[in-house]
């Protein structure tokens, strides 16, 4: 080996690890592009460009750069691991192989197939070529596609129910990728140069506005499709926030009711036999309360005679308080103390704590003191529980008790976990949710996982003198159930046109360069001829020849000879007949063209024809334009001189005229949305067969029909003024949501969007338009909002639509001076009806229970169910209080039937709450909520199965 070889072997190599390292880092950059537009988990992508570049390279460069594109795979799918979980793991590791290997061997497979049918280099512009890529791209893509599905699948990355849509993403993805990135690639690196090169701004510029005007549109879809799926979400949460501040309002009742207990007693004090009986009744009803306590004030001089009073129930009773290892001693003396005396459920857990001095505790003790100085429900920060020897995050709400006889704090004992768990549980597939207590920052309950950190809802509330704010965010079960399909499905079908499109602009430019190249060389021969023949032919390059008068061929010039094919021993001394005739034509019979260039030497008229037809040599027809015109002598006529031109290749280009009028039309027929040209009058006159499918009529019978024949009457009239719009140049293009009248009578939903074309005069010719079906959308919104104003168990009006009736009805009656009534029930015992008796028990007697309730008020009247076993009647306008009364016993009435479960009777009361509107005065509908809560618990607390207004004089 010489070293001039060696040189060159060294700078090959040098040029091979250049062109390796550029098309690592475009692999890196489209690819991560790419995945931009990825489903989850973040692996098949609508268009994966690295696809295209990859194979284009091989095509081109061969083998050699497959070490590139397997590193270039496997640092990009490194990347997206480690995007994920911000940290580089095995199987990351083991994903990023597999996708690699897959990639590496779909390009050389794709190229060397490639390079097999089409050849290289090659200007991809002819047809047959242009159809194989077209073919062989998806082919070529089942190979990556199914290798690293099948890998994630073995991994346990994929799911069974997401395999044949990751799949089948990943196909399209790569062959996208493989259609719009080959040709764009070929524009760059692609040979001949002479013609790729050229190709720039007639084919990748177009292609790449395209792209990016599809991506765009796809962002934007895709935003609307996500606010769309969290419609639900944000019904969830108002809903969850409602009820947490139901639940929390309703502790405070709770303690203002126990209270009440220890208020009414004048001379004599609560015995732990007083206490046990009215709060056991009270923890039916409140079944997340842990347990309600008393500790009375003792100060250190009453310190003795509590014990001793104490001991009569539970012997070595004494005031205690925790140590630094949480350990139970006996309180020191201290000037006053507020040790648990009752405490409700009595079990081994929560007797465990009877006599712990509640004030030896600093945040106790503080939340004591606010609560005695505010006279009102107090909250303690988050706090650990000790329960069973163990530690459980809760939290204690303190009410102060001022008495005759007792002063001291009544405490509700709440479990975190059971208490916002059971309340959150319910729509946990759907919504991830945490409640932070804002003062010191900690979480009273943390469902979100560690990949979703961030709130999509929030909203702080005050209770118990401390601030707290709800965070929600919606699950990946949440996203998967509502993801939007249509920015996809218009982004991968946008990107399949952007690759034909590229197609067909191959094609047309390819075609261009060769009707240039002829061009020019028809000019060079013309300029050829001009030189020599300048005295007959002067600055004409057509074919010459003259005849006599008897139709001898007395000259022709070499361009005829060319384009005849025939010598000049061929032409001279011929009668010019012969011209015209093959020999499958019978020689005795002159042809029309033949008959009238004769005529001109009998006619003394010139004779010109658009379009002849003259035979070459060896019997091929040559379509020609002639002029023929009388030759005088001495003013005598001597013959004719006939001009003619070869115009086989304008034949050839109205050929592939009507053959792309015939791809136009193909286009339009295989849509896979409804298009139609229509006249500026309304008539159909082009429809594809997805409109037909549409509308429910046949080709023939739409053509027949108007498009303001088949539009519903009530949105005739907007469309026909974006008409207007449109004929008189005030808009280029409408867009609208508008019904159709199918053939069978049926309305369906369709997006029309409709352009004008216009001619070089910018005169109106037609409409384009292009029809969508969206009517299963269209359905869908209407189950939406279905789901999000009423409740699916009882169909009545949910939470929300009650709030908001209700702050109509309240703004009305303010205005008007009217009286409002809102009743608040609740199904006695139905708790331990739904536990005996079961679910579906139970939820055959809410079903009933509303379709009573609805037969006890007027049509103008709301019934809502809150949730549970809780409903709520509006009686938006009566006369007086009488009236509510007559409709409550009407209620309790209608409840005394017994209901009919499975053949087996179920007798079942309720307990009624009872608020009023009246005169002037001016309440809130969260107030008025809150003051029938209230009438309810004292209709429950004073024997259930009654009504009990709140401060009714």
């Known amino acids: 080996m010489n070293k001039s070889s060696v040189l060159d072997q060294l700078t090959s190599q040098k040029k091979v690890m250049t062109y390796g390292l550029l098309l690592v880092l475009t692999y890196v950059i489209t690819g991560k592009l790419g995945l931009m537009l990825a489903l989850p988990p973040g692996y098949a992508s609508a268009i994966f460009p690295p696809t295209g570049i990859a194979v284009a390279a091989v095509f081109v460069a061969g083998r050699k750069l497959l070490p590139a594109i397997f590193l270039g795979s496997l640092l990009l799918n490194i990347l997206v691991g480690y995007s994920d979980n911000h940290q580089v793991s095995i199987t990351n590791i083991e994903v990023a192989l597999l996708i690699a290997a897959a990639s590496t061997l779909q390009a050389f497979l794709g190229g060397w197939w490639l ?87 007639t084919v990748a510029l177009p292609m790449i506005i395209t792209f990016l005007l599809l991506v765009i549109i796809f962002i934007v879809v895709s935003r609307w499709e996500r606010k769309e799926s969290l419609v639900e979400f944000d019904a969830l949460s108002n809903q ?13 009742a709770v303690l203002k009711q126990t209270s009440a207990l220890f208020n009414y007693r ?77 405490i409700e459920p009595l079990k081994e857990a929560t007797q465990a704590i009877l ?22 429900v107090v909250a303690t920060p988050p706090i650990k529980l000790i329960i069973k020897k163990g530690t459980e995050l809760g939290l204690l709400l303190m009410y102060p008790v001022h008495s005759k006889t007792q002063n001291g704090i009544l405490s509700i004992i709440l479990r975190v976990d059971s208490f916002f768990g059971e309340l959150f549980m319910p729509v946990k597939q759907s919504v991830e949710v945490r409640l932070i207590d804002m003062q010191t920052g900690k979480s009273l309950y943390n469902g979100f996982s560690e990949s979703n950190l961030e709130a999509s809802y929030t909203r702080e509330f005050k209770f118990g003198n401390r601030q707290y704010r709800l965070e929600t965010a919606p699950t990946a079960l949440y996203h998967q159930q509502h993801r939007g399909w249509q920015s996809w499905n218009m982004l991968v079908v946008g990107l399949f046109g952007t ?53 001898m061929i007395t000259f022709a010039n070499p361009k005829a000879h060319a384009l005849l094919g025939r010598s000049e021993s061929e032409l001279l001394g011929q009668n010019a007949h012969l011209l015209f005739h093959n020999k499958h034509i019978d020689k005795s019979v002159y042809p029309e063209c033949e008959c009238q260039i004769r005529n001109v030497i009998h006619s003394k008229q010139p004779y010109k024809s658009v379009e002849e037809i003259f035979w070459h040599k060896n019997g091929t027809p040559i379509y020609s334009s002639v002029t023929s015109v009388p030759l005088f002598r001495d003013n005598e006529i001597v013959g004719a ?19 792309s009028e015939k791809s136009f039309k193909e286009i339009i027929e295989y849509a896979p949305i409804g298009m139609a040209i229509v006249s500026l009058s309304g008539q159909f006159n082009i429809v594809n067969q997805t409109l037909c499918n549409i509308v429910g009529y046949s080709n023939p019978e739409l053509l027949k029909l108007t498009f303001q024949e088949i539009t519903y009457h009530e949105d005739l009239s907007i469309d026909l003024e974006f008409v207007r719009q449109l004929i008189d140049g005030e808009t280029d293009s409408y867009q609208m949501e508008k019904r159709y009248i199918r053939k069978d009578k049926e309305i369906v939903w369709v997006q029309l969007s409709v352009s004008i074309f216009r001619n070089e005069d910018d005169a109106a010719q037609y409409f384009i338009a292009q029809i969508e079906d969206i009517t299963e959308r269209k359905i869908r919104d209407n189950e939406v909002h279905q789901h999000a104003y009423f409740d699916t168990l009882t169909k009545l009006p949910n939470r929300r639509m009650l709030m908001d009736r209700l702050s109509q009805e309240l703004s009305q009656a303010e205005r008007d001076n009217r009286i409002v009534a809102l009743f608040f029930l609740d199904l006695d015992h139905f708790k331990h009806i739904n536990d005996s008796l079961g679910h579906d028990v139970g939820d055959l ?16 009247d709301m019934v809502s169910r809150l949730g549970g076993d809780e409903f709520v009647i509006l009686l938006s306008e009566i006369s007086d209080a009488n009236y509510a009364k007559k409709v409550a016993e009407k209620v309790l009435r209608k409840f005394e039937e017994p ?28 107030q008025l909520m809150k003051n029938a809560d209230m009438a309810m618990y004292e209709s429950k607390a004073t024997g259930r199965n009654r009504y009990y207004f709140y401060n009714l004089a």
Request: hydrophobic letters at 40%; aromatic letters at 10%; a neutral charge.
């Open 499 to 551: 690759g034909l499109m590229g197609a067909l602009l191959l094609m047309g430019t390819g075609y261009t360069a060769r009707i240039e190249n002829l061009v020019k060389q028809k000019t060079e021969e013309l300029k050829e001829s001009f030189y020599l023949f300048q005295e007959i032919t002067s600055t004409l390059g057509e074919g010459i020849y003259v005849m006599n008068t008897n139709g």
């Open 641 to 659: 001189v006939v001009v003619f031109d070869d115009i086989s290749e304008r034949k050839k280009i109205e050929h592939a005229l009507r053959d």
């Open 115 to 201: 390079k097999h049918k089409i050849g290289y280099p090659t200007s991809l512009d002819n047809p047959a070529d242009v159809v194989t890529f077209f073919i062989s791209a998806p082919v070529i893509c089942l190979i990556s596609a199914s290798i690293s599905v099948g890998g994630l699948f073995a991994l346990g990355l994929i799911g069974q129910s997401l395999f044949f849509t990751s799949w089948a993403s990943w196909w399209i993805g790569d062959s996208l990728g493989l259609i719009v990135m080959l040709p764009l690639t070929l524009v760059v690196i692609g040979r001949p140069r002479s013609i790729w090169k050229k190709r720039f701004s």
């Open 899 to 926: 209901i009919d479960v499975n053949g087996k009777e179920v007798i079942i009361s309720a307990s009624i709450g009872i608020a009023l509107r009246t005169g002037d005065v001016k309440i809130t509908f969260k």
């Open 845 to 860: 007697i809410l079903k009933e229970a509303a379709l009573r309730l609805l037969s006890c008020v007027r049509p103008n």
């Open 355 to 376: 006599g712990v001095d509640l004030a030896s505790l600093p945040d106790r003790k503080q939340t004591i003191q606010n609560a005695i100085n505010e006279k009102k």
């Open 266 to 342: 004048v001379n004599d004090t609560v015995s732990r036999q007083d206490f046990h009986h009215f709060v056991s009744t009270t923890l039916d009803g409140y079944p997340m309360i842990y347990a309600i306590e008393w500790a009375p004030k003792v100060n250190r001089y009453e310190r003795h005679s509590f014990v001793e009073q104490q001991e009569k129930d539970f012997t070595n009773f004494e005031i205690k308080q925790f140590n630094l290892n949480k350990e139970l001693m006996t309180a020191p003396e201290k000037s006053f103390y507020f040790p648990i005396a009752y």
């Open 240 to 252: 969850l926030s409602e009820q947490l501040r139901i639940r929390f309002d309703s502790q405070e």
